[in-house]
């Protein structure tokens, strides 16, 4: 079957930096992306990934290893509306995006 | 520019009776999704598009059915409502090249009672 998995929820301190990982078990590969999703609101793009190494966007960088089925998301110089849910996707073989079921970040002061 | 447009915000729906969900994108985009969002359940997809007048479907598309009847809009169907398909549903788009990213509407928040 496939399978993505993340940590259900993190917690982090505000200006401080977080590491969000991905593991991924899926019938092909084609990419990942990851999405931020703000509490009611719609997922928004991030990153997207589709050969081995860093994607540095700001304070957004995103890491890929297809060898080990892995990737993360880092979040830099954290800011309290960073606090969102963050959806990993890979896209299979087919180009279907397979969605993890999100981690739930809490920025603190 | 809209983006990708979602009707109605909420709705809420008695056991068995049926209702429509349209999706609206002004983005030109081939591509075209319906996708329901459950807690602590990842996006699972409905059923999806390709193309004006295509539809196919996907993880979990039982008790829904979609129309692509003009390329901006896609529609989601329930015939006949059930309280499993309580959820947030998203409408989602993308160009037909697979390295884009899907472009969301805000969704449906829908309760069947």
């Known amino acids: 079957g496939q399978n993505i998995d993340q940590p259900t929820e993190m917690t982090a301190t505000e200006g401080a930096i977080v590491q969000i990982n991905c593991t991924y078990q899926?019938?092909?590969?084609?990419?990942l992306f990851w999405y931020q999703q703000h509490a009611g609101e719609a997922p928004t793009f991030l990153s997207y990934?589709?050969l081995d190494g860093l994607e540095e966007k700001g304070r957004f960088s995103s890491f890929l290893s297809r060898s080990k089925g892995y990737s993360y998301l880092l979040l830099k110089e954290l800011q309290m509306k960073d606090s969102a849910s963050y959806l990993c996707?890979?896209?299979?073989?087919?180009?279907?995006?397979?969605w993890g079921a999100g981690t739930k970040l809490i920025i603190k002061p | 520019n809209a983006g990708v447009t979602q009707t109605p915000k909420f709705r809420v729906l008695k056991t068995g009776q049926s209702m429509t969900l349209l999706c609206a994108q002004d983005?030109?985009?081939?591509?075209m999704y319906w996708y329901r969002q459950d807690p602590g359940m990842g996006l699972r997809l409905i059923h999806y598009?390709?193309?004006?007048?295509?539809?196919a479907k996907g993880e979990v598309p039982d008790g829904y059915n979609v129309s692509r009847l003009k390329k901006q809009n896609f529609l989601l169907g329930l015939e006949s409502a059930a309280p499993s398909q309580t959820s947030v549903y998203f409408c989602?788009?993308?160009?037909?090249?697979?390295?884009?990213?899907?472009?969301f509407g805000d969704g449906t928040r829908l309760s069947i009672l």
């Open positions: 989602a788009s993308r160009t037909d090249r697979e390295s884009q990213p899907q472009h």
């Open positions: 598009s390709v193309g004006e007048g295509t539809t």
């Open positions: 899926t019938s092909g590969f084609n990419g």
């Open positions: 996707a890979v896209s299979d073989s087919n180009y279907q995006l397979i």
């Open positions: 990934n589709v």
């Open positions: 983005m030109n985009h081939e591509y």
